[in-house]
């Protein structure tokens, strides 16, 4: 065995969307940073869907650009389709979706790791956590090295103890056919970490050519695509784009997985593992939902250097014979070829409720966890946890208070407050409908809410920071300007009015309540507005928001200070419940497992009634 013996500040172990962010936020903090990986192949890998963003999942990328990370940046660079979804609805929900080409995009990221000071990349299987006295002091690989460092933050994604299945082919491998990492959970479980067996899935990839895209919707990308990165220039983007297309299953594809369904390993018992809900097999939504004669499915190219198509909405874990039926019996795919057969892996993760609200292990100090390690799914829920853990892993080593944003300041915050508090019996999948304050965490304006935050913490230069500072200035003045003008009922207003079907006017009013109109807008009104200057198109997009939403954000703003005072309310760690009088006996169980930081979190734990919280603030109260 090796004699190897090195000391490092920061191991990351884990080098997929969460590990890559973890180990630029400590590099870039000053710290020399180590990253594991069983396969730099698997750098950034994309191992299941060709694409970045979604529905909240947007959000989360431009957060994780706002505080200072790299994967808005590097989809910029990679992507080779661009849509920003539910534009018929309010700014709540717009969302950036990008498809990329995966090869570039793990390509770019592998390159900015490589050129970050501070970093270096190892390809070793961690084996081995290193623990004295309940604080972390080190890591042992498989060939025997131990690297001996003052933080640690885990990001093994899907590779731990990973078994990959369709019909009777079982493959202990990782995603993608990569390596599986076989030991640290076991070092793991011997420090008393629980752990549970979580599943995903990922369906057949398509040779091109043997498509039939005339039978076949053609799906476009934006024609002005919005940058992930407010970092970005827009012009750079601008470019020609790939299609992806839309074709649906029919009765004959759902007669075809009902006839097989005791072959799939999901229904025979020979998959253990709890699956995603919200993104089933193909074979889940046909018994699951049986009213239903069609689903989607979209046709998605893995890049512009390949003829691999992703075939989404289908994914399965059938035997091959019952996957190459199943597929050519949608329209467009009679002659399919799969070039790789749909699969699902299952893989060992953690019980996230073992995590404070840093992403550090309540029993083990200076040792972090973050992504689907964590019991969450997708590549955005990865990079947003990686970030913070990163961060957190290096505040602690400098002796500072960790990063904690809450549920009203981020959908970060939702993301880590549900995985640590609530009880996660599927893969987590960020959405819209968990964040309670939505419309102020909207996706246009994440770096107005945390680039603040990034600058403070050390991940945002002097001229972004300047530039955020000059932006909410232009935005400030411009709305009090809006809020301030008045135009009368002389004709070219009225006749403006009319034109756009809005109310004429009987008396003067303010620009700002024109702008609340439904059918009118802060753009709109340029024809009307001769005081205004000429500002860039994403403080126009903050001024127009700002103004026509003003009624429901001050509401939001106002539940958002009733959030503030419960998570205000701090409960002290050594507190004992089971010496609360009238705590029912499941309350007190769970406060002493989970031990929350606040009142706030405490009413989020299931099993915690609002009677507990009551009898809860009354013992702090007199304490």
Same mark, same amino acid.
């Given at each position: 065995?090796?004699? =190897?013996?090195?000391?490092?500040?920061?191991? =990351?172990?884990?080098?997929?969307?969460?590990?890559?962010?973890?180990?630029?936020?400590? @590099?870039?903090?000053?710290?020399?940073?180590?990253? !594991?990986?069983?396969?730099?192949?698997?750098?950034?890998?994309?191992?299941?869907?060709?694409?970045?963003?979604?529905?909240?999942?947007?959000?989360?990328?431009?957060?994780?650009?706002?505080?200072?990370?790299?994967?808005g940046k590097n989809i910029d660079k990679t992507f080779i389709q661009s849509k920003m979804l539910n534009q018929s609805k309010g700014p709540a929900v717009h969302s950036l979706r990008a498809q990329a080409d995966k090869s570039?995009?793990?390509?770019?990221?592998?390159?900015?790791?490589?050129?970050?000071?501070?970093?270096?990349?190892?390809?070793?299987?961690?084996?081995?956590?290193?623990?004295?006295?309940?604080?972390?002091?080190?890591?042992?690989?498989?060939?025997?090295?131990? !690297?001996?460092?003052?933080?640690?933050?885990?990001?093994?994604?899907?590779?731990?103890?990973?078994?990959?299945?369709? $019909?009777? =082919?079982?493959?202990?491998?990782?995603?993608?056919?990569?390596? @599986?990492?076989?030991?640290?959970?076991?070092? &793991?479980?011997?420090?008393?970490?629980?752990?549970?067996?979580?599943?995903?899935?990922?369906?057949?990839?398509?040779?091109?050519?043997?498509?039939?895209?005339?039978?076949?919707?053609?799906?476009?990308?934006?024609?002005?695509?919005?940058?992930?990165? !407010?970092?970005?220039?827009?012009?750079?983007?601008?470019?020609?784009?790939?299609?992806?297309?839309?074709?649906?299953?029919?009765?004959?594809?759902?007669?075809?997985?009902?006839?097989?369904?005791?072959?799939?390993?999901?229904?025979?018992?020979?998959?253990?593992?709890?699956?995603?809900?919200?993104?089933?097999?193909?074979?889940?939504?046909?018994?699951?939902?049986?009213?239903?004669?069609?689903?989607?499915?979209?046709?998605?190219?893995?890049? #512009?250097?390949?003829?691999?198509?992703?075939?989404? $909405?289908?994914?399965?874990?059938?035997?091959?014979?019952?996957?190459?039926?199943?597929?050519?019996?949608?329209?467009?795919?009679?002659?399919?070829? &799969?070039?790789?057969?749909?699969?699902?892996?299952?893989?060992?993760?953690?019980?996230?409720?073992?995590?404070?609200?840093?992403?550090?292990?309540?029993?083990?100090?200076?040792?972090?966890?973050?992504?689907?390690?964590?019991?969450?799914? $997708?590549?955005?829920?990865?990079?947003?946890?990686?970030?913070?853990?990163?961060?957190?892993?290096?505040?602690?080593?400098?002796?500072?208070?960790?990063?904690?944003?809450?549920?009203?300041?981020?959908? #970060?915050?939702?993301?880590?407050?549900? &995985? =640590?508090?609530?009880?996660?019996?599927?893969?987590?999948?960020?959405?819209?409908?968990?964040?309670?304050?939505?419309?102020?965490?909207?996706?246009?304006? @994440?770096?107005?809410?945390?680039?603040?935050?990034?600058?403070?913490?050390?991940?945002?230069?002097?001229?972004?920071?300047?530039?955020?500072?000059? +932006?909410?200035?232009?935005?400030?003045?411009?709305?009090?300007?809006?809020?301030?003008?008045?135009?009368?009922?002389?004709?070219?207003?009225?006749?403006?009015?009319?034109?756009?079907?809005?109310?004429?006017?009987?008396?003067?009013?303010?620009?700002?309540?024109?702008?609340?109109?439904?059918?009118?807008?802060?753009?709109?009104?340029?024809?009307?507005?001769?005081?205004?200057?000429?500002?860039?198109?994403?403080?126009?997009?903050?001024?127009?928001?700002?103004?026509?939403?003003?009624?429901?954000?001050?509401?939001?703003?106002?539940?958002?200070?009733?959030?503030?005072?419960?998570?205000?309310?701090?409960?002290?760690?050594?507190?004992?419940?089971?010496? #609360?009088?009238?705590?029912?006996?499941?309350?007190?169980?769970?406060?002493?497992?989970?031990?929350?930081?606040?009142?706030?979190?405490?009413?989020?734990?299931?099993?915690?009634?609002?009677?507990?919280?009551?009898?809860?603030?009354?013992? &702090? +109260?007199?304490?």
């Open positions: 065995m090796s004699l =190897v013996e090195e000391y490092v500040d920061v191991v =990351v172990v884990g080098a997929g969307h969460a590990g890559c962010e973890a180990a630029l936020a400590c @590099a870039r903090l000053g710290l020399h940073t180590v990253i !594991f990986t069983v396969s730099v192949d698997s750098i950034a890998l994309m191992p299941c869907n060709p694409n970045i963003g979604g529905s909240s999942k947007g959000h989360l990328v431009r957060e994780v650009d706002a505080l200072g990370g790299e994967m570039d995009y793990t390509r770019s990221m592998r390159q900015v790791l490589e050129q970050t000071e501070n970093l270096e990349i190892k390809q070793l299987e961690v084996t081995d956590l290193l623990v004295e006295d309940g604080k972390l002091t080190g890591i042992k690989t498989y060939s025997g090295s131990v !690297f001996h460092c003052k933080a640690a933050v885990l990001c093994a994604g899907t590779y731990s103890k990973a078994r990959c299945i369709y $019909g009777d =082919v079982s493959m202990y491998t990782g995603p993608n056919g990569l390596a @599986a990492a076989n030991h640290l959970t076991d070092s &793991l479980r011997s420090l008393g970490i629980e752990l549970r067996r979580f599943k995903t899935g990922t369906p057949a990839r398509i040779a091109g050519p043997s498509i039939d895209y005339s039978k076949m919707e053609e799906q476009k990308g934006d024609e002005r695509v919005v940058p992930f990165s !407010f970092t970005t220039d827009p012009e750079s983007v601008q470019k020609e784009q790939v299609s992806c297309w839309l074709t649906y299953t029919n009765e004959r594809t759902h007669e075809i997985i009902r006839e097989n369904i005791d072959r799939s390993p999901l229904y025979s018992g020979k998959i253990q593992g709890t699956g995603p809900r919200y993104c089933p097999s193909i074979e889940d939504k046909v018994m699951k939902f049986p009213d239903k004669d069609r689903h989607q499915v979209f046709i998605e190219p893995e890049g #512009i250097h390949t003829n691999e198509m992703y075939i989404s $909405g289908m994914s399965s874990s059938l035997p091959e014979d019952v996957q190459i039926a199943m597929y050519r019996s949608v329209p467009g795919l009679e002659q399919a070829r &799969l070039v790789k057969n749909a699969y699902a892996i299952e893989y060992d993760c953690i019980d996230a409720r073992q995590l404070k609200l840093s992403l550090e292990f309540k029993q083990i100090s200076g040792l972090f966890s973050a992504g689907q390690f964590n019991g969450s799914s $997708g590549y955005e829920e990865a990079a947003a946890q990686g970030l913070i853990a990163g961060i957190n892993a290096a505040r602690k080593i400098q002796g500072k208070e960790p990063l904690i944003l809450d549920r009203s300041e981020a959908y #970060i915050g939702v993301l880590i407050d549900d &995985l =640590v508090t609530k009880e996660n019996i599927e893969p987590y999948r960020m959405m819209t409908s968990r964040a309670e304050y939505r419309l102020l965490l909207r996706q246009d304006n @994440a770096d107005l809410r945390l680039t603040e935050k990034g600058y403070e913490i050390g991940l945002i230069d002097e001229e972004r920071y300047q530039n955020l500072l000059k +932006k909410k200035e232009q935005i400030a003045l411009e709305i009090q300007r809006v809020e301030s003008t008045y135009v009368s009922d002389q004709p070219a207003v009225q006749s403006f009015l009319k034109t756009h079907g809005s109310t004429e006017l009987k008396s003067s009013i303010c620009l700002g309540e024109l702008v609340r109109r439904p059918e009118l807008s802060y753009e709109m009104l340029s024809e009307i507005d001769t005081g205004r200057n000429p500002l860039p198109a994403d403080v126009v997009e903050q001024v127009n928001i700002s103004i026509k939403y003003k009624g429901y954000l001050d509401r939001q703003v106002r539940q958002v200070e009733q959030f503030k005072k419960l998570e205000k309310k701090r409960i002290p760690d050594d507190i004992d419940y089971d010496r #609360i009088s009238g705590l029912r006996l499941e309350a007190q169980q769970k406060l002493s497992k989970y031990r929350p930081s606040s009142i706030g979190q405490a009413s989020r734990i299931a099993g915690v009634s609002p009677a507990d919280i009551s009898v809860l603030l009354v013992y &702090l +109260k007199n304490q």
